[in-house]
């Protein structure tokens, strides 16, 4: 909740729905998840996402503000999970078809991570990211970088010899790299309200990167909303 660019941005209303609520319901329609968590911290802003979190029957794991890596990891172990796939709580346009995409994709190759978020080729936001738990937990263990306690993957990105990634490329129709899709910004949030009011009427919660892409191009307007946002480095 206490975002600085958007504070209280993840309970924000979408549509008559809080974003957080929009991305449960769509990661409800993956074919691949078992479970979800909703990892949040001790802070006491935070205590409208537990009970958020207990309203809607989402397991809610709290821990620290500043060591995102250690709550992730504290998150996955209550939920005894093997294989992680990592979504943000600032992606309410997260599509589930792209989800089991990556899923297929770990399961399919000889890797340690798949991920679409280090070469772009889908829309920002539109973000798949799958690992084991004991892979992270080892980093965990061993490394005390700010950076890397603060971004969950990021040590698996710049340790390319240690850990095998296998990067999922988005098919030609699903490609628009350079469009920010995740709200970070009051602009970002206008454009994804903006997105739902166009097709949440005919769709619901049942619409993904294919007709994101198709709205953009019918109205190139609503790309000006957000065209000047730009994302923060990792570094």
């Known amino acids: ?111 340690d991570i798949v991920s679409n978020t280090r070469t772009q080729t889908f829309p920002q936001g539109i973000d798949a990211q799958v690992f084991r738990l004991k892979d992270l937990e080892k980093i965990d263990r061993t490394v005390t970088d700010p950076a890397v306690r603060e971004h969950v993957s990021l040590y698996f990105y710049e340790n390319p010899v240690t850990y095998r990634l296998h990067e999922l490329t988005a098919p030609a129709a699903w490609r628009d790299p350079e469009q920010r899709l995740q709200v970070d910004y009051p602009e970002d949030l206008a454009l994804v309200r903006e997105i739902y009011r166009s097709l949440a009427p005919k769709y619901g919660d049942a619409f993904g990167v294919v007709e994101i892409i198709g709205l953009l191009r019918q109205q190139p307007t609503l790309r000006d909303l957000n065209r000047h946002c730009k994302e923060k480095a990792a570094r």
């Open 1 to 111: 909740m206490a975002s600085t660019r958007l504070p209280g941005k993840v309970l924000a209303d979408i549509a008559g729905v809080p974003l957080l609520g929009r991305i449960v319901r769509r990661l409800k329609r993956s074919t691949r998840l078992d479970g979800m968590v909703l990892a949040t911290t001790t802070s006491p802003a935070d205590d409208a996402l537990e009970e958020w979190a207990t309203k809607e029957d989402v397991p809610c794991f709290r821990g620290s503000e500043e060591d995102v890596l250690g709550r992730v990891v504290g998150a996955q172990r209550m939920m005894k999970s093997e294989i992680v796939v990592e979504v943000n709580g600032d992606t309410p346009l997260v599509d589930p078809a792209v989800i089991d995409m990556a899923v297929d994709a770990f399961r399919d190759n000889d890797c």
